[in-house]
């Protein structure tokens, strides 16, 4: 395994080391990369000093004085949504002036665990419904367009992923979800045991979702138990299986300094990792030795937030193409921000629902135990509960984003 810290000097792009590198290249097979014939413009005037804070898209919606132009605006809403691992996998090149597009960039795959790129296309789906909110702040209705020029079946490829529209309509009012765009984090602490989610909660929250009958949860003890044990066995076994961990550690930044250089995947951040750092127990060769008390304590940890999932929301789509991918994404994002807006934390699991053979035994056991049988899909599944406040991830600025 390579376990050198040396990152490129430009940390808008890139992967968080040598065999993550080889890996993703070797995934793409051959296949030309969409930044390697688009270069970047920066957007953000002076006044917003998001080149240099990796959180400084979660101090404040973003606004007129700093984001003159609508779509960007928006943009700036849209880099806040929930994506698996962290990748932020978006490009967006402005087009005319009320349009845009949405491109992979297609360097930031998981090409081990997600080799058809199913969650990075639910990642768009989430991307874009944030961006659905925030427009709807300026009195905005999107024109949305899935997959323009069509999609690729065994991975996304450099064709857009979405066209937008940016329609003024007088009748359109702030999404009240917007209000919690800003508290909405992805949580991954222990939820308090004594407070349940109630059937109540559920179906509330199922009342607020885009199409009736995607989503689907539940709080009672017994199913929800059944849930739990699979997520548990679906999280050992990926820890298990050296490629997929292996995939997943080349991709987390270990401390402040190496997020200083990256500011997108999974980020081990506090006092704790600094002092583990200095004294070397904490390297990413201790993160995948299974051997390593590193590596034990890890894992003991956030099993330790998965035993306390007593409520469960999951997203089942009538088949597995692309634009059910991306309309799960849609979902879940405005399940996330709904879940926020009644002081609960959510938790997607997604282990079980991986592309790698491995998995594939524990994948049927949670389409069989959800009722959900092929064509059909689970595209999400996530724990709900009450917990303390999680910290943000980092961001890139949406100007590291934009395609000239």
Same mark, same amino acid.
């Given at each position: 395994?390579h376990?050198?810290?040396?990152?490129?000097?430009?940390g808008?792009?890139?992967?968080?080391?040598?065999?993550?590198?080889?890996s993703?290249?070797?995934?793409?097979?051959?296949?030309?990369?969409l =930044?390697a014939?688009?270069s970047?413009v920066?957007?953000?005037?002076? =006044?917003?000093?998001?080149?240099?804070?990796?959180?400084?898209? /979660?101090?404040?919606?973003?606004?007129? *004085?700093?984001?003159?132009d609508?779509?960007v605006r928006?943009l700036?809403?849209?880099?806040l949504?929930?994506?698996?691992?962290?990748l932020?996998? /978006?490009?967006?090149?402005?087009?005319?002036g009320?349009?845009l597009?949405?491109?992979?960039?297609? $360097?930031?795959?998981?090409?081990?665990?997600d080799?058809?790129?199913?969650?990075l296309?639910v990642?768009?789906?989430?991307?874009? #419904?944030?961006m659905?909110?925030g427009a709807?702040?300026?009195g905005?209705?999107l #024109?949305?367009k899935?997959?323009?020029?069509?999609?690729?079946?065994?991975? &996304?490829?450099?064709r857009?992923i979405? *066209?937008?529209?940016?329609?003024?309509?007088?009748?359109v009012?702030?999404?009240?979800?917007?209000e919690?765009?800003l508290?909405?984090?992805?949580?991954?602490l222990?939820?308090?045991?004594?407070?349940?989610?109630?059937?109540?909660?559920?179906?509330k929250l199922r009342?607020?979702a885009?199409r009736?009958?995607?989503?689907? =949860?539940t709080a009672?003890?017994?199913?929800?138990k059944?849930?739990?044990d699979?997520?548990?066995?679906a999280?050992?076994?990926e820890?298990?299986t050296?490629?997929?961990r292996?995939?997943?550690?080349?991709?987390?930044?270990?401390?402040?300094?190496?997020?200083?250089?990256?500011? /997108?995947?999974?980020? &081990?951040?506090?006092?704790?990792?600094?002092? *583990?750092?200095?004294?070397?127990s904490?390297?990413?060769?201790?993160l995948?030795?299974v051997t390593?008390?590193?590596?034990?304590a890890g894992?003991e940890?956030?099993?330790?937030?998965?035993?306390?999932g007593?409520a469960y929301?999951?997203?089942?789509?009538?088949?597995?193409?692309r634009?059910?991918?991306?309309?799960?994404?849609?979902?879940?994002?405005?399940?996330?921000?709904?879940?926020?807006?009644?002081?609960?934390?959510?938790?997607?699991? $997604?282990?079980?629902?991986?592309?790698?053979?491995a998995? *594939?035994? &524990?994948?049927?056991?949670?389409?069989?135990?959800l009722?959900?049988?092929?064509?059909?899909?689970?595209?999400?599944?996530?724990?709900? =509960?009450?917990?303390?406040?999680?910290?943000? $991830?980092?961001r890139?600025?949406?100007?590291?984003?934009?395609l000239?």
């Amino acid at each position: 395994m390579h376990t050198t810290g040396d990152f490129p000097e430009d940390g808008r792009g890139g992967d968080g080391g040598g065999l993550a590198r080889r890996s993703i290249l070797q995934g793409l097979a051959g296949a030309a990369l969409l =930044g390697a014939s688009c270069s970047r413009v920066m957007a953000a005037p002076p =006044g917003i000093n998001t080149d240099s804070d990796p959180l400084a898209g /979660w101090q404040g919606l973003p606004n007129a *004085a700093h984001y003159p132009d609508p779509r960007v605006r928006a943009l700036a809403y849209a880099i806040l949504a929930p994506n698996v691992q962290n990748l932020q996998p /978006w490009m967006a090149r402005l087009v005319g002036g009320d349009s845009l597009l949405v491109f992979a960039d297609l $360097s930031r795959r998981l090409p081990v665990s997600d080799p058809p790129d199913r969650q990075l296309t639910v990642s768009f789906g989430t991307f874009t #419904e944030l961006m659905c909110v925030g427009a709807s702040v300026d009195g905005y209705r999107l #024109e949305i367009k899935p997959f323009p020029n069509g999609a690729g079946t065994a991975m &996304l490829d450099t064709r857009p992923i979405v *066209a937008i529209r940016f329609v003024r309509d007088a009748t359109v009012q702030p999404d009240p979800l917007v209000e919690h765009v800003l508290t909405r984090s992805t949580n991954r602490l222990p939820f308090d045991p004594t407070v349940r989610v109630t059937a109540e909660q559920i179906d509330k929250l199922r009342a607020q979702a885009i199409r009736s009958g995607l989503l689907q =949860g539940t709080a009672d003890p017994a199913f929800a138990k059944r849930i739990r044990d699979i997520a548990r066995k679906a999280f050992l076994l990926e820890m298990s299986t050296a490629g997929v961990r292996r995939e997943l550690v080349n991709l987390t930044r270990i401390g402040k300094a190496e997020l200083s250089s990256y500011r /997108w995947g999974p980020a &081990l951040l506090g006092p704790a990792v600094e002092a *583990a750092i200095a004294d070397g127990s904490m390297t990413r060769a201790s993160l995948d030795d299974v051997t390593s008390a590193r590596y034990r304590a890890g894992v003991e940890s956030y099993l330790g937030a998965v035993d306390t999932g007593q409520a469960y929301f999951w997203i089942a789509t009538a088949n597995n193409k692309r634009e059910s991918m991306f309309e799960a994404g849609r979902e879940w994002a405005r399940l996330h921000l709904g879940a926020t807006s009644i002081g609960l934390k959510l938790q997607p699991h $997604s282990q079980a629902l991986h592309d790698y053979p491995a998995i *594939a035994e &524990l994948k049927t056991q949670l389409h069989d135990l959800l009722g959900v049988s092929s064509p059909a899909r689970i595209q999400m599944l996530g724990r709900i =509960g009450a917990a303390a406040v999680a910290p943000h $991830s980092p961001r890139e600025a949406i100007s590291w984003r934009l395609l000239a």
